[in-house]
């Protein structure tokens, strides 16, 4: 039976259909077939951040089952703050009961009403494509053309903009040096971090995003916390790119990208990821491949053990599972790994701590 | 029955993990239900599969090329009953611990009643607790509303009131539930599962009948001294079962094959370990663990009553981040014969959680895994205690309570090279009393014999008499005071052919009189005055050992809590020396 890894994709290029889908329902204002942009809003929503519970019908000095003839406002009717929601008249003149949110009248009944204050957001494409699928109030499918590039951990946050490459090899730290002015609004890709100290300076220079090979792990909630997506690709650590990673943002330097440092989730089967919108001419490039099943000839990042972040080609399969140094039985590859300058150093490693790059 | 009734004899199980999918094939032979063989595959639960009927594919091809018996036709439908070709299964059987964190809302009347109640119903499953209300909770109702809907439940454990007790007050906080429903997405709806006050039962379904996925169970506190959890559990399983058929494809049609209903896999354990301790009348109870790549569930039987906790964020491959989050990192690295520093640990945990599916190369790496399990168990452990009867018979009440088995599983412990590795794990991180028999199960039987005791209770109890989980051995653990160098206990055992083995066990040693599997003998333990093992402080006790195991007679004088040197390099020979002991290597 074949053994099919996970895939990662250094792609550089491929058709690509992103799903950009609305917090809760709402309305999409673009339709199938439409060009959009990376800033074009694309659908909105209005979103409760708090509610209020208002007995009404103590307010107007009513039986609970009298009060709700004197609502004004229909259930999920919009309603302002300071603006009347009940009222009655009598012989003393009016009594009315305002709402205390700018929002929406949520439900009334028996006297009491659930109010919810909203603030409206909105969806913007995050990428530049064709609306290839409209999901009515909810989602729509964005097809693009470009590279593609898988990451390991990202800190939550999107945004599109300049891809800037720092250093001049993979394994090159951020140094806060090369932070200069021109780099703001851009979305700066560098080997490692080793320390937080590039971290204020890059706040300083108002960069839109931060794509890493590797970062110490103890560094994850400074980055978690920063207000610009941030993508590490390879490793945690200070490694640096693998060369595939470095060599495709190396050739699309300049380009715009969109990263969207989403966390890695594998229920939802997402990952954060960059993608480098490319034009092609009449004929689509194929989708990134995807589940495919180890092979030789197939180039793999090595995961764990003494070789990992390490990038090769595998030479060879066994066929039942072999004894591992420390005793336990798994199948294994033996992989050629990339030494640098050309040179190849062949390693055995399981099958289970080996990903496709694609 | 009828002696014409349909007795299954061909038992197919089937247990969906988040990392993988396991199929185990029992049959009859020679009369006797017997453990046949078994295929492991990923697990496709997850996308870009999503299916988990692919994973069992792999996993039942793999159970074929090692039986030769296929127990899919050609349009990959389950056979069942066997047909004339010996292909197929009478009863298929199923259950899972896969699928994305359950967030749940914690709705009750008294913290230390009600909601005390419905946190252990939820903590006997794979739940992860996300918000709790009671009428204690002195935020204001819209306030708690706005809690609900930040936290966007899944499912919510709606409790409160005896029955016949409390009813306005338990409809007050199902109308907050109804609310926040109101409120929360609707695609999928939440799920409320209603286990308070039976007599409200009909107005908190109107309430949120509609507005809601409405489960009504029966009363986890019926009466104010009596916590009922089986019946509510059921439905809590029935409702994951649907809960999961929506977000992992191929499950309904699965449950269909498996009478209606995927068993949770903690759930199945459970309900075997009570089992085995009804029908063994021991005082004492009786234990099973197992560490799985996202959770790690603790099963315990005291008396015939089931005591069963879910860590649902505590695992060595995808919630490794979690186990290791949930104490300082020198409790990880306790175990270690090698330094770690803080930054390693944490570079650790995230890439063991993002790749759950990688295996340790190098020794040092596997014991990184050991020492992984160890505080996964330490953790889950913690937990579950604090549900366990307080008079559960032991050395102490600080310390385990006395237990006549433990039962170790999960990939962790049944993957270890060598099974003195395992038996060292269960020793280290449970640090039993008393004298225990250890087993091993290897091929993850326990969950698909709970789940087969369900077809034929009597399959369960023939498959593991026929021996089919591992026996590492008998456990004896020394409880009392004695310094590094005294000897603490003084043991002979006498083998079926009369050979005799003695060993003078020293504080801070673990000895090991070897008894192999299926082979008897007669062990005497004198231990020193004060110290326990198992049969009060410095009482001596002569017994017949039934059976041995794989590792032996393991006597555990390192002490009760076990406490590790504190300097470094002294730390990494005591751990070298215990692992030799035990291991060889």
Redesign the interface.
Known sequence: ?AY?P?TSHVTLLATLRRERTLP?PGEVIVRAGQRVEASDVVAHAEV?T????LDFARALGLAAEKADACLVKQEGEPVKKGEVIAQKSGLLGRRSVTSPVDGRL??AHAGKA?L?ATTTVELRAGLPGTVVNVLPGRSILIETTGALLDG??GNGREDFSVLRLLGEVPEAPLDPAQLELSLRGAILAAGCLDSPAPLRALAEVGVRGLILGSA???L?PELAAQTYPVLITD???VQGFSQPVFNLLAGNAGRELWLDASP?N?????RPEAIIPLPVGHELPPPPL??EPLKEGKRVRV????Q?GRVGTILGLSERPVS???????PVAAVAVDEGRGSRQTVT??F??L?LLE | MSANAFRPETILAADFGTASTRVSLFDVVEGTFRYIASGEAPSTVTPPYSDASEGLRHALQELEAVTGRAMLDESARLITPVNDDGRGCDVFVATSSAGAPVRTALVGLLPDVSLKSARRLAESSYLTVVETISLVDRRRMEQQLDALVKARPDVVILAGGTDGGASQAVLNLAEVVGLACLRLPTDPRVRVLFAGNSAVKDKVAEVLGHLALFAPSPNVRPELGRELLDGPRAELAQLLNDLRATQIGGLRELAHYAGGQILPTAQAEGQLIRFLNQTAGSANGLLSVNVGSASTSIAAAFNGELYLTVAAELGVGVNAHGTLADAPAEQFTRWLPSALSEAEVQAFGLERSLHPHTVPVDADDLQREYALARQALRGALRRARAHWPRSAPGARADLLPYFDLIIGGGAALSHAPHAGAAALILLDALQPTGVADLLLDRAHLLAALGAAAYANPMAAVQVLESGALMRLGLAVSAVGPARDGDTVCTAKLVDADGRETTAAVKAGALEVLPLPSGQSGRLTLKPRAGVDVGFGPGRAQTFDVANGGAVGIVIDARGRPLNLPKDPAARAERLQQWHFKLTGV
């Open positions: 039976m099919i996970s809760v409760s708090a509610h209020r519970l949520v439900m659930l919810a390991l951990w110490p792990a103890e994850v490793r945690f650590g890695p594998r229920f939802a089967g997402t995807e589940g995961l764990r053990g003494p990992a591992l140094p420390n005793g336990l039985r798994a490693v399981p289970a701590n990903e």
